[in-house]
């Protein structure tokens, strides 16, 4: 296990403060009001410096990358409950991408004195949960002690049993959740059986920074379907081509290689065949050092059978095939010859109207495969569509500072677009940034915005609009 002292504030690496723990990094700093808050393990708790490499092992615990200055917080509980909340939370984005569809999430706990005993975070579905690895990792220490998690600990037999037992027998006296886990099967059950058990619980420390993180798997595992995303780039004069179709690039390095880091962290990239003819992109993360990369599912909606075998979405090495959605208007052999280029071939519910791809069933398919995310990357036909069907919960939209003109250069939404201002589709929670010398606008789509608002539950219906599929 490597030990990066980095990232601990001004006063990282210096040994004025905070204590070494086992692996001789730098962990957490002692406040500045000498509040007992205190940095690094304390290997003296029963267990063997090997036991405790074991256990760091399996916890996977990269103690010196996780990012938390608890010197800079003001005295009083409700600011130490953040701080090490943030500790929790920067553990479970060490798992960013890899957990779907099941939750990212971290935990610490601490002894009765309040040092730091244990910490963990989920790795991925089907492996041990946060607060199992944190508290085998505190062991006895933690009786007495707080459990710091992320999300509500779960009550229900799952792939793995559940964690509320093993919480209540570690002997904690309090647990701190950022939120409620929406799964159904767990729902605030978790935390009515420590609070049975007689644990002090509180929830809700940091709860707007985890349901963040967890935007993805609160959608999905509420409606059973991913959560959509839109990206697209666009000029200052709200172009993405030239009149004669030059496209690349509009956004910056900066931008096009955050969207290379997003699509880690997404289950599934999304693209009409139009976009496959037009720009013949390899739909993979190209991300320089870091994590291994894992691709997200790229999946082509082609309602006739336009994509050709030749297209680098089937020449270029990938960790996962791709998905060829399309419907019965396919011809057999195409769909043969994508399926020998090594593609699944997905034939979905066609729209009455149009005959393109429903893509209100092509969402239900993509939950029923556990992918709880999906970067729509499309053209304006297809993005257009999603919206119409309620697909799309977040906007990213880069703007670069460039200008193009020209009436008929293409914009980044199309379809039949609304005819009265009070049908927009309205963002909300909007949050600006520059990225390079470009702005990233990003919101919520606001529910009940948008033209078919008034139409929840009715599915694409409608969408009828043209689309490049
Ligand atoms: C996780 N990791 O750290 C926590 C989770 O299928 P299972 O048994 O792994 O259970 C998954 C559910 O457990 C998940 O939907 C969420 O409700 C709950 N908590 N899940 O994968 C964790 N704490
Ligand atoms: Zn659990």
């Known amino acids: 296990m490597q030990d990066k002292e980095r990232g601990f504030g001004p006063g990282a690496g210096k040994d004025d403060d905070g204590s070494e723990d086992i692996h001789g990094s730098k962990h957490v700093r002692r406040p500045e009001n000498g509040h007992s808050l205190e940095g690094g393990h304390s290997p003296a708790h029963g267990q063997s410096q090997e036991d405790r490499h074991a256990v760091d092992d399996a916890a996977g615990v990269l103690s010196g990358e996780v990012d938390v200055d608890v010197a800079r917080v003001d005295p009083g509980q409700a600011d130490v409950d953040a701080a090490w909340m943030d500790r929790a939370l920067a553990l479970a984005r060490q798992a960013l991408g890899q957990t779907s569809p099941n939750p990212l999430v971290g935990a610490v706990v601490l002894d009765e004195t309040g040092r730091l005993v244990g910490e963990g975070y989920h790795h991925r579905a089907g492996e041990p949960h946060a607060e199992r690895l944190a508290l085998a990792q505190a062991g006895a220490a933690a009786q007495g002690g707080t459990l710091y998690v992320t999300l509500e600990p779960c009550s229900h037999y799952g792939r793995t049993p559940p964690c509320v037992d093993a919480v209540i027998a570690s002997g ?30 509180q929830v809700g420390v940091r709860e707007e920074q985890a349901q963040r993180l967890n935007e993805p798997f609160v959608h999905y595992i509420t409606t059973g379907r991913p959560l959509g995303v839109w990206k697209a780039a666009m000029t200052l004069d709200g172009k993405i081509a030239t009149v004669a179709g030059e496209s690349r ?25 139009g976009t496959i003819l037009r720009d013949d992109p390899q739909l993979t993360t190209r991300r320089a050092g870091g994590r291994p990369g894992r691709d997200p599912v790229a999946v082509v909606v082609d309602s006739s059978g336009r994509v050709p075998v030749n297209a680098r979405l089937f020449t270029t090495p990938r960790t996962r095939p ?9 011809p057999q052999f195409v769909r043969d010859a994508w399926a020998r280029a090594g593609a699944q071939v997905w034939v979905v519910a066609a729209e009455p109207a149009t005959g393109r791809v429903d893509l209100a069933d092509l969402w239900r398919r993509l939950g029923e495969a556990g992918l709880t995310s999906v970067l729509i990357e499309s053209g304006g036909e297809v993005a257009y569509s999603a919206l119409a069907a309620g697909l799309v919960q977040r906007v ?4 670069a500072p460039l200008l193009f003109g020209g009436a008929s250069a293409p914009t980044p939404l199309g379809g039949t677009g609304i005819r009265r201002l009070s ?15 470009d702005v990233l606008i990003t919101g919520r789509v606001r529910s009940g915005t948008g033209p078919n608002a008034g139409q929840k539950g009715k599915g694409s219906e409608a969408a009828g609009c043209s689309r490049e599929s």
């Not at 927009?424 to 929670?429: D, I, K, V």
């Open 249 to 273: 690039w509009i956004s910056g390095e900066a931008a096009r290689a955050l969207v290379h880091e997003w699509r880690q962290t997404y289950d599934v990239v999304l693209v009409g065949s």
């Open 396 to 399: 990213n939209l880069f703007i």
């Open 172 to 201: 904690v006296r309090r647990v701190v959740a950022a939120m409620v886990d929406p799964n159904p099967l767990v729902a605030g059950r978790g935390i009515a059986r420590l609070r049975q058990a007689g644990i002090d619980v």
């Open 423 to 437: 049908d927009a589709w309205r963002l909300t929670s909007v949050e600006v940034s520059q990225i390079g010398d």
């Open 322 to 330: 791709p998905v060829l959605a399309t419907t019965e208007r396919c």
